[in-house]
């Protein structure tokens, strides 16, 4: 889940994906995902997932949930796909779910293999109204510099800086001025990986837009996030 820091309220969630195998129990994709590349699998699950997600957030939105929003990471095979824009365009077309619902996750690993094409393309998607987010921001050599030549809506500061927040001075000051200079762009800011009511208070402190994290849910089925959502109650911290 997302989470509003102003009122605790859940926004919309990131999509993940796990292998629940019948004898290995539950893989990471960190295990299957570079398999599924290797083999060409690749493809046909990156669809899927775009797919079940933007159907699954239509669901919701149809049951009377109509705010929330789905983010979907895009994988570096999955961006240099050509008919990438054809597949969003005919998948939002399927599920009927308004573009401005959806945002693409991009690292920056990914966007810097080719600059201009890949603003190209990011622009294309944004006509749309599509939102696009950079992800992981902070673990990348120049991230600075491609916050002014591509066309994001959010920035999603990587859980590194996040950790211990309220006891190392160095994340702290790095955090807050990320999301200051954030804010002047006219981003909004996800703080990734919030896991203690020390780091909680320091980002509400600093005005970070929304959290993820350990500290409100884990990630959960569908099922079980439309429970937390329809209780209509701010979501309370998760201390355990």
Not at 138 to 156: A, E, M, N, V
Not at 173 to 183: C, E, G, R, Y
Request: charged share 25%; net charge neutral; glycine share 6%.
């Amino acid at each position: 889940p997302k989470v509003n820091l102003k009122d605790n309220s859940v926004t919309g969630a990131e999509a993940l994906i796990r292998w629940n195998h019948p004898l290995l129990g539950r893989i990471a994709p960190s295990k299957f995902m570079p398999l599924a590349e290797e083999s060409g699998l690749i493809k046909p699950i990156s669809e899927w997932v775009l797919n079940s997600a933007c159907k699954q957030t239509k669901i919701w939105h149809d049951l009377g949930l109509d705010f929330l929003k789905i983010g979907i990471n895009i994988s570096g095979f999955q961006f240099r796909q050509s008919d990438l824009f054809h597949q969003i365009t005919q998948i939002l077309f399927k599920t009927a779910l308004e573009p401005q619902f959806l945002e693409l996750e991009l690292t920056e690993k990914i966007l810097v293999e080719n600059i201009k094409i890949n603003i190209q393309r990011l622009n294309l998607i944004k006509k749309l109204g599509i939102k696009i987010a950079l992800d992981d921001f902070g673990t990348g050599y120049s991230s600075l510099s491609y916050l002014q030549q591509f066309p994001f809506d959010i920035l999603k500061i990587d859980s590194c800086f996040i950790r211990n927040l309220d006891r190392n001075r160095v994340n702290a000051v790095i955090t807050k001025n990320t999301i200051d200079m954030a804010h002047q762009l006219g981003l909004k800011v996800v703080a990734e990986g919030v896991e203690t009511e020390g780091e909680l208070k320091y980002l509400q402190e600093y005005q970070c837009d929304e959290i993820q994290g350990f500290l409100y849910s884990r990630p959960v089925p569908a099922k079980e996030f439309q429970k937390l959502v329809t209780n209509k109650m701010p979501l309370t911290v998760n201390l355990t």
